[in-house]
Nanobody, 123 residues
Framework: QVQLVESGGGLVQAGGSLRLSCAAS????????MGWFRQAPGKEREFVAAINLRAGSIYYGDAVKGRFTISRDNAKNLVYLQMNSLKPEDTGVYYCAADKGGPVVEARSYDYWGQGTQVTVSS
């Protein structure tokens, strides 16, 4: 079992930046990728970014390409999401998740989820 805890959410004005962190309780070799998803009220959960822990491959959702950056600190079991040029449509609850295998852009591939952190971007 892996526990994930997100932090770093908050209220920011449009054009601003936030950095989210995801702390994993332990490192396990069964986890192949870490991802970030978000969910706005009344909308489905949306893929934001993912990083393959073995190959280092990085993936982004179309809505955040060029503005968000995912990174990791293996020694500390941390994954980050740097969010720049934030827009009001980026508002939502951001979830960190761990994937044992399967397409990283699909939420169903992920076995462990954090509790989420709220990001609110004001116009």
């Amino acid at each position: 079992q892996v526990q994930l805890v997100e932090s770093g959410g908050g209220l920011v004005q449009a054009g601003g930046s936030l950095r989210l962190s995801c702390a994993a309780s332990r490192r396990t070799f069964s986890i192949s990728a870490m991802g970030w998803f978000r969910q706005a009220p009344g909308k489905e959960r949306e893929f934001v970014a993912a990083i393959n822990l073995r190959a280092g491959s990085i993936y982004y959702g179309d809505a955040v390409k060029g503005r968000f950056t995912i990174s990791r600190d293996n020694a500390k079991n941390l994954v980050y999401l740097q969010m720049n040029s934030l827009k009001p449509e980026d508002t939502g609850v951001y979830y960190c998740a761990a994937d044992k295998g399967g397409p990283v852009v699909e939420a169903r591939s992920y076995d462990y989820w954090g509790q989420g952190t709220q990001v609110t971007v004001s116009s």
